[in-house]
């Protein structure tokens, strides 16, 4: 009696094991499902480790090729990376790289956007479409801190050492096997040994190549992502469907042999990979399979890539329909391809401030913005940069409406000293001054540059004289440059040439009140000493401080 409950528990375990593999797929789809439902429309509060970006950044470092894009100092001046965490609702690393891509390089035709934009809407419009690509793209999952770009191009680029000795291997076990109908005690110990001897140089074959097996693992995951993604049939995607169902019969033998390589996960509940694994040991097939795979893949690198690209572009198109969902309003660009200088934008909003003051602006000459501290300058300046940068990666706007030419965006804003380079501030300024200047002579579209404070690492006299130059040099034809400045006197000098705006601000009960709109002309009040008078400075320090200054804007002498 007890035997046939040791068999009974062995059949019910067996069949659980048998129930779990077969569903396994099943539940992982609707695990993909519900992260999917739960994110959409929604800005993504995932954290991310500092390595990340190095990681996420690594596929535009290798593909950017000769063609603008937004370089280092912008982007970290406008804080993009937070722009782009905000925007990044993917599921999988191919999507995350392509969407971080499109942010750096921004189009210059009306085409490709408008390309864009049509896909995003269908994903926008099509809730039960949607859901099935995103689940079907999740199946390629994370890397994390290396690229899935850098996995591919690292296994490709790996020597592949021919499968002769792994065929012998296999020949061995053969002859063992012959040995043992003729002289079956000779047999066991030939077989014996030749396994133990087979399953040595296994591992030590393995020992150097294990590493390029997470390889293998992404491949195969990009290739399953592929065969689900080649059983749709929406005509207004079939331009994509079609490139990925032929790169995908082109790579059909590569899933094969995959098959015969393993998953890698050491903790599997596949009973039929734990007994694959023997066979593995002592045939080396999948070593075999391996060399087979690289070779392949170096053949067909271009195809893997091109799939790469085309996964990336409809999972950043989807992660660009749900940011639009989130924003409480936004526009597409409307933009002209002729060269110019002009920039409209009606309630233009930084995405990234929680409750922002919308601010329009309508010029087509360079703009110099006055005001006191803290009183939205700067804020307004990246504003104005990133919804450029996003009409022209991601078609969405924070804004009512923007109406200007195709730029390339620049900025001077956030820099510090280089200590390593034993650099000052100054020099560091004027370096990165320099680069604007030098791109506008420069081939391609207009300039649009944000200078904040500028050369504010030097002293007054010379700060006024040269920052006057250099931005009345960056007042000439197909450069839109934005500056801010604490200088009233740059208002007058610069007058022929740049439109003048300020902010201002009111004080109210010993309280000083901004509301951050945008106002024309030239700022007409200072804060700095009424500051201190706030802070609880002593009130002799404030009177002399005052006379001081009232003395100097009248006769333009320092005095004590």
């Not at 905000?86 to 790289?97: C, K, R, W």
């Not at 500028?454 to 934005?482: D, P």
Request: charged share 25%.
């Amino acid at each position: 009696m007890e035997i046939w409950i040791y068999i009974a528990i062995a059949v019910v375990l067996v069949a659980v094991l048998i129930y779990r593999i077969v569903t396994r797929e099943k539940r992982r789809r609707k695990k993909y499902l519900l992260a999917v439902v739960k994110s959409w429309g929604q800005i993504p509060d995932r954290e991310y480790e500092y390595d990340e970006f190095q990681g996420i950044s690594s596929y535009f470092n290798k593909t950017k090729g000769n063609q603008f894009y937004i370089d280092d100092i912008t982007w970290n001046d406008l804080d993009m990376d937070s722009i782009f965490m905000s925007l990044n609702n993917t599921q999988s690393s191919i999507g995350e790289e392509y969407l971080y891509k499109m942010l750096r390089m921004p189009c210059f035709d009306k085409w490709s956007l408008s390309e864009r934009n049509r896909v995003i809407e269908f994903f926008r419009t099509h809730e039960k479409e949607r859901l099935e690509y995103q689940i079907d793209i999740a199946h390629v999952g994370r890397t994390k801190k290396i690229s899935l770009y850098d996995y591919i191009s690292n296994f490709a680029e790996l020597e592949n050492e021919g499968n002769f000795r792994h065929y012998l291997h296999i020949l061995l076990i053969a002859v063992a096997v012959y040995t043992l109908f003729i002289s079956p005690s000779v047999g066991i110990l030939a077989l014996i040994f030749v396994l133990g001897f087979n399953i040595y140089q296994y591992f030590k074959t393995k020992m150097k190549i294990e590493p390029y097996f997470v390889c293998v693992g992404a491949i195969t995951r990009l290739l399953r992502c592929c065969e689900y993604l080649g059983r749709h049939t929406e005509p207004e995607l079939s331009v994509y469907l079609d490139a990925v169902r032929e790169g995908t019969k082109r790579l059909a033998s590569l899933k094969k042999d995959a098959k015969y390589i393993g998953t890698g996960d050491k903790l599997t509940e596949d009973i039929g990979e734990m007994l694959m694994d023997y066979i593995r040991m002592f045939t080396h097939i999948d070593l075999i399979k391996f060399n087979s795979m690289l070779g392949k893949v170096q053949k067909e690198i271009k195809t893997i890539r091109s799939l790469i690209e085309i996964i990336g572009q409809l999972e950043a198109f989807i992660a660009v329909a749900s940011y639009r969902e989130a924003l409480p309003f936004y526009c597409r660009g409307d933009l002209m391809e002729e060269k110019g200088t002009v920039l409209e934008a009606k309630d233009m909003y930084h995405p990234l401030v929680e409750e922002p003051v919308a601010n329009s602006i309508y010029e087509n000459r360079p703009v110099l913005i006055t005001g006191s501290n803290a009183s939205g300058k700067s804020t307004f300046l990246k504003t104005t940069a990133i919804c450029a940068i996003l009409a022209q990666t991601v078609d969405t706007v924070p804004a009512h409406s923007y109406h200007a030419n195709f730029f390339r965006v620049y900025s001077s804003m956030a820099l510090k000293d280089n200590l390593q380079g034993n650099e000052s501030y100054y020099m560091v300024e004027i370096r990165s001054l320099k680069r604007i200047m030098d791109a506008e002579k420069e081939e391609g579209a207009s300039v649009l540059c944000f200078v904040d404070e500028v050369l504010r690492g030097t002293n007054t006299v010379e700060r006024i004289a040269a920052s006057s130059r250099i931005l009345q040099s960056l007042a000439k034809n197909h450069v839109m440059c934005f500056a801010a400045t604490h200088d009233i006197e740059l208002t007058q000098l610069l007058a022929s040439c740049f439109s003048n705006y300020h902010f201002k601000e009111e004080i109210v009960d010993d309280d000083i009140l901004f509301n951050y709109k945008l106002n024309k002309g030239s700022a007409t009040t200072r804060n700095a000493i009424r500051l201190l008078k706030i802070m609880g400075y002593d009130e002799e320090v404030i009177e002399e401080a005052e006379k001081t200054a009232q003395h100097f804007l009248e006769t333009g002498v320092w005095q004590m």
